[in-house]
């Protein structure tokens, strides 16, 4: 029988092992996204259960809460992904969460925070579409959140190799 720690349990990919590069780590855990939550969010559209989307939109609220206040609302922003990746209705999904996991605080500190009012919106609309069971504006709407971040990320490399 297969046996896990807990450490790989909460890094089954060894991300935190990469963390030498933290732009080069945004990016590659970026395209990681790319491939996943756009079609996570629109069979979360599809399959989420009248709670699980109570639950998207409470801590959609709950992360524009605390960005509203300015504190740290990166728990509330991974924990909005995972219930997403949860509600998909796929067993799997929820188990490459991992990436999120990591990716979620390394692209706030890459960003450098720019992003709050981005974030809040699509996330927003993220969570709108879930609940009005829209599955191609919930793609669009992950999708458009994870085309910001890598716009930022892009510009933050542009910055720094001036």
């Known amino acids: 029988m297969w046996h896990q720690t807990p450490a790989v349990a ?3 990919l060894g991300v935190y092992l990469l963390f030498d590069d933290k732009r080069r780590l945004a990016r590659d855990l970026l395209e990681v996204r790319f491939m996943i939550e756009p079609q996570m969010a629109s069979m ?3 399959h989420a259960t009248d709670d699980q989307i ?3 939109k409470e801590l959609c609220d709950e992360s524009e809460h605390l960005a509203a206040r300015d504190e740290d609302y990166s728990a509330a922003d991974t924990a909005f992904h995972i219930a997403i990746a949860e509600s998909c209705g796929n067993l799997v999904v929820p188990r490459l969460m991992g990436v999120l996991k990591a990716s979620v605080p390394l692209f706030i500190d ?3 925070k720019k992003l709050v009012e981005e974030t809040i919106r699509t996330h927003r ?11 191609t504006a919930a793609h669009d709407a992950m999708y458009l959140h994870l085309v910001y971040n890598r716009n930022m990320i892009a510009e933050g490399a542009q910055e720094q190799s001036k």
């Open 10 to 12: 909460d890094d089954p």
């Open 110 to 112: 890459v960003t450098g």
């Open 125 to 135: 609309g993220v969570a709108d579409a879930i609940a009005a069971r829209n599955p």
């Open 44 to 46: 979360a559209a599809e």
């Open 54 to 56: 109570i639950c998207i």
